[in-house]
């Protein structure tokens, strides 16, 4: 995919000037309904002075809310006096989506975090992961990548980064995925890592972290205050804040090496899970049911976990089909 044509996307705020400035990010949309129409993404700008910078995310899916409600939050109370640096603040990037509550752009059908760098002249979700991957990405010390399971995941609330052949940068980015303060902190594998925000990053050599924050397409008072908590301190930890992150219990770090901390389904049919988020599972222990709809009196399926840990990740809705994620267990780092 081409990075080397000029993105399309125009901003209506100046992103390099000292003060606090909302506007947004145009996209050009010529559709059925309006001809020279375009796509308003919300943007805010925070600078004061040189300094790091950072780049805060949410609504990479649109159906996933608590970084869509802290970084609104961040945006409205940030006073520039307290910053040192530049905070970029996208609290609905895959917009679309966001008015949708999809997790994927009713557009164009695309998953903003499986398309960068994105295309200038591709489609919409294309061109504003192009924006990002080349205007916005290049500007930041820190990327953090506000995520949550939507309407089909539910988790215990985790910050995350990933292995990586950087080590010195690995290590940077546990360093700050402890900064968050989640109640777990995870290395993550990823099942399918191409097009994410996440690569492009970390192929770059900056510092990239991540999380998952509750989940069923809500949020709760307990995963919002997480949200919240941790965007502050991350920035706390990079020197954009003031002060010491506040954490008050450590998080519980953990390691994902390889698929077999993965639970999938093998039919279609009612889900039934068998065991909770934050239990301690042993490999070999029944995690999940699939019922048949079709036929009560066929045994249900039982799945198990393929590893000894923390269940942090599970199937959501009670509907499941052949192929779906079911569970997701972690092992102590």
Not at 82 to 103: F, K, M
């Amino acid at each position: 995919m081409s990075t080397e044509r000029p993105s399309k996307i125009a901003a209506t705020v100046d992103l390099d000037s000292d003060g606090k400035r909302f506007g947004a990010l145009v996209v050009p949309h010529s559709r059925n309904d309006s001809a020279w129409g375009s796509i308003r993404i919300p943007i805010a700008v925070i600078r004061n002075g040189d300094g790091p910078c950072a780049l805060l995310v949410a609504g990479n899916h649109g159906d996933e809310y608590e970084g869509q409600v802290a970084l609104r939050d961040l945006a409205r109370t940030l006073d520039p006096s307290e910053v040192t640096g530049t905070v970029l603040v996208l609290p609905g990037l895959n917009y679309p989506a966001v008015r949708a509550a999809t997790r994927c752009s009713p557009i164009d059908g695309g998953n903003m975090n499986r398309s960068f760098p994105g295309r200038a002249d591709g489609t919409v979700t294309q061109m504003i992961a192009h924006y990002v991957a080349t205007v916005l990405v290049p500007r930041a010390d820190l990327v953090l990548d506000l995520h949550s399971g939507g309407k089909t995941l539910d988790f215990v609330p985790f910050a995350a980064t990933h292995r990586l052949p950087d080590k010195a940068l690995e290590a940077r980015a546990i360093d700050a995925v402890r900064a968050f303060g989640a109640p777990v902190g995870v290395v993550m594998l990823e099942l399918d890592a191409e097009g994410m925000l996440d690569t492009w990053v970390e192929g770059l050599g900056k510092l990239f972290v991540t999380t998952e924050l509750a989940g069923g397409g809500s949020s709760t008072v307990r995963s919002n205050r997480v949200a919240a908590t941790g965007v502050r301190n991350v920035l706390k930890h990079m020197g954009i804040l003031a002060g010491d992150p506040e954490i008050a219990v450590p998080s519980r770090m953990v390691d994902m090496p390889d698929e077999r901390c993965f639970v999938a389904a093998e039919r279609n049919g009612i889900h039934e899970p068998l065991a909770d988020l934050g239990d301690e599972v042993e490999e070999g222990q029944p995690v999940a049911r699939i019922h048949s709809m079709d036929e009560p009196s066929h045994e249900p399926a039982v799945y198990v976990a393929r590893r000894s840990g923390l269940l942090i990740g599970r199937h959501f809705p009670g509907l499941v089909q052949s192929g779906d994620f079911l569970a997701s267990v972690a092992l102590d780092l």
